[in-house]
């Protein structure tokens, strides 16, 4: 192998997107939150920490706590609603309805101000199997479920502190 391989091999973000949520109960504290034009088309990722996991699956490991999963939608193929579905994670994270996720809601959640950075979210994933197609069976994929946790007064003292070690504004200011 040449230098210049071990060199990018060493310089590289260590699996960063591979790991995604396996089925279980989880409650999760998001990371980070942002929009990524790449190969695939346009996608929105959520960088999540699993702080706790159940299994609800008899033949599946749920992911275990502390691992950084990313929880991603493309959202270029409108048929496949990956912006619904990310729209619901937003929502539940939030505790917003939905007329309130307009493209500036958003915008707090996804850029200089993350607004959702160390805020908590409960998730159940579970297989689900998609329609056949061309006689072939389903596929089966990974379903979420998303719901809204309210912080107690010494979460949300915890949030606030990570916010301040990580330089990002207080909740309300980056909410408002």
């Known amino acids: 192998m040449s230098n210049a391989a ?21 409650r999760l504290e998001v990371q980070s939150i942002r929009t ?3 190969f695939k088309g346009l996608s929105a990722i959520a960088e999540v920490k699993v702080v706790t996991s159940e299994r609800t699956q008899t033949n599946t490991e749920p992911t275990r ?3 950084i999963t990313s929880y991603v939608e493309n ?6 609603n990956g912006g619904g579905r990310f729209k619901a994670f937003l929502m539940a ?17 996804t850029e200089a101000k993350q607004a959702g950075a160390f805020l ?10 998609l329609p056949e197609k061309d006689g072939r069976p ?12 309210s912080p107690t007064d010494s979460e949300l003292a915890t949030i606030e502190a990570k916010r ?12 408002a």
């Not at 959202?75 to 496949?80: E, F, Q, R, V």
């Open 65 to 67: 706590p502390s691992l």
């Open 138 to 149: 389903g596929k089966v994929i990974e379903g979420y479920r998303w719901s809204n946790v």
């Open 120 to 129: 908590l979210v409960d998730c159940e994933v579970f297989p689900k199997t």
């Open 164 to 175: 301040a070690t990580a330089k990002l504004p207080p909740l309300a200011d980056a909410l």
């Open 75 to 80: 959202l270029s193929d409108t048929k496949k």
């Open 36 to 38: 990524k034009d790449g």
């Open 6 to 26: 071990y060199a990018r091999i060493a310089t590289a973000q260590a699996a960063v997107g591979a790991q995604y949520l396996k089925s279980g109960r989880y």
């Open 93 to 109: 994270l939030a505790g917003a309805e939905e007329n309130e996720v307009t493209p500036d809601f958003i915008a707090k959640f």
